[in-house]
């Protein structure tokens, strides 16, 4: 079955970097769009960044155009999220999504705190 798998996640202080990544199972990876989203406690689910399933297309949310950088190695199955001078409002569970599948990963928590 379709399974996806984030890992990367942990604690960080504001300013610092974090890369997050998404490894895929089950289906051919290059076949589809995946996305990353975000939640915070008490908030809804949010959309921080789309690739398209060869790479050449990429999306982002305002909140995070210019710091984060969202990449794809189809080769090894797997999506990254590149996250550069994170915020404490960055603080999250962060989920892969297969687009084409409609599946989700578990989701990573990402901490910015002093």
């Known amino acids: 079955q379709v399974q996806l798998v984030e890992s990367g996640g942990g604690l960080v202080q504001p300013g610092g970097s974090l890369r997050l990544s998404c490894a895929g199972s089950?289906?051919?990876?290059?076949?589809?769009?995946m996305n990353w989203y975000r939640q915070a406690p008490g908030k809804e689910r949010e959309f921080v960044a789309f690739?398209?399933?060869?790479?050449?297309?990429?999306n982002y949310a305002d909140s995070v155009k210019g710091r984060f950088t969202i990449s794809r190695d189809n080769a090894k199955n797997t999506v990254l999220l590149q996250m550069n001078s994170l915020k404490p409002e960055d603080t999250a569970v962060y989920y892969c999504?297969?687009?084409?599948?409609?599946?989700w990963g578990q989701g990573t928590q990402v901490t910015v705190s002093s």
């Open positions: 999504y297969a687009v084409r599948f409609r599946s």
């Open positions: 089950g289906f051919t990876f290059s076949s589809s769009a």
């Open positions: 690739i398209g399933s060869g790479g050449g297309s990429t």
